[in-house]
């Protein structure tokens, strides 16, 4: 892994700036391209793609960033945060980033590593004793994998930290699995005044879907590593990431719960129609779930909101090794642990071929399978709300991309501004 930006390139000292008219942005500065490798005019290209996408009426607005080495050299905003109050998008806008919480929730639960507080390859009951004497749903009848009925035998193997990390340890989930509807049940039974400690010693009653390491299965395992995070620590999810990630990097508008006196940064949440075109699912106000009390639910899983120039400097500073601007939060062996790949050869449903998955991120193995442009070894994830990153450690490049529309898999946008990044990088 190469770390250059740690010495040449540093966040926000830059040799020359690039002035966009019309461009709505924050503090940060916006370096010049084609001192990053990249062809100008072909970054114009992302501008008429992600542009398309509003005028298609099919996002609401969208920010894009793109850094190489330590610099800013593309970062964008197109359409509205709030369509119906004419709001337009601005590149300080705050965005429900959903599962891009998880990298955030791993790197706290690896700091605990780092401390001695644990081994990967402990059972996880050693912390949290509800998960001892697991048992797995067997369906009745073989291959009726998405219904049931089901029997529940003792669990032969331990769920063990590395399998949360890694999405192998088998919790029910809504994605896949004949426990779908006991998982669900769970969900909606959950109370408003309820922790991620209850729900977590709830979830630990569900059968599993498959021994512990037997397969890869997206689903809550990073709410019970945000647990293990209390647990270990002492402190609550968001204090602990507020005071030892959140503080020490700068991310001043990462939050479970947004401040009231952010809200005008606020985006509106929208949904597509039969036509694909958006339709309000939520109001950016203080009765969205993101903002009201009770402040007590802290899900490692998907409960941050962020904004793109936040999001960067915790990518910065994995890609830099572990450290940012004089902080360090990692050692450069912890990043290189958690972003190889550790489930072998197991499929990555939800990312598709070519791809493996570390601790916290899916890792890329396969360029040739994955048919995507980025370097075997780039790292990354997405949210439920159609937000995407991606680290690149060999090319030294963050891409983040954020819009706020669900569900998104009728759109290609976030393949499309991957694609449309790396057909710019020129050297």
Known sequence: MRHHSRHAFAVGLVAAALFVPGLAADSATISDPAMAGFAPDRLVRIDR????????????????LIARRGQIVYHKSFGHRDVEASAPMSTDVIFRIASMTKPIASVALMMLWEEGRFLLRDPVAKYLPEFADMEVAVPV???????????????????????????????????????RGLYNELRQSRKPDGTVGDYVAALAKLPLNFEPGERWEYGPATDVVGRLVEVLSGMSLDEYLSTKIFGPLGMRDTHFYLPGE???RFAALYRPDDAGKIVLQEKPDEQSRWVREPHVYFSGAGGLVSTTSDYFRFHQMMLNG???D?????SPRTVRLMTVNHTGDRAIWLRGEGFGFGLGYSVSIDLGRSAVPSAEGTYGWGGAYCTVFWVDPEDELIGILMTQVRPYTH???RQDFQTLTYQALVD
């Open 141 to 179: 009848e073989p291959g009726d994998y998405a219904r049931g009925p089901f029997k529940a035998v003792g669990a032969e193997n331990a769920i063990t930290i590395q399998h949360l990390l890694t999405h192998t340890a088998g919790l029910a989930n809504t994605y896949r699995g004949v426990t």
């Open 322 to 324: 572990g450290e940012l």
């Open 326 to 330: 004089g902080t360090r939060i990692l």
């Open 262 to 264: 952010k809200l005008p």
């Open 411 to 413: 759109l290609n946008i």
């Open 49 to 64: 793609s992600l542009q398309g996408y509003v005028d298609r009426n099919e996002v609401p607005g969208v920010v894009a």
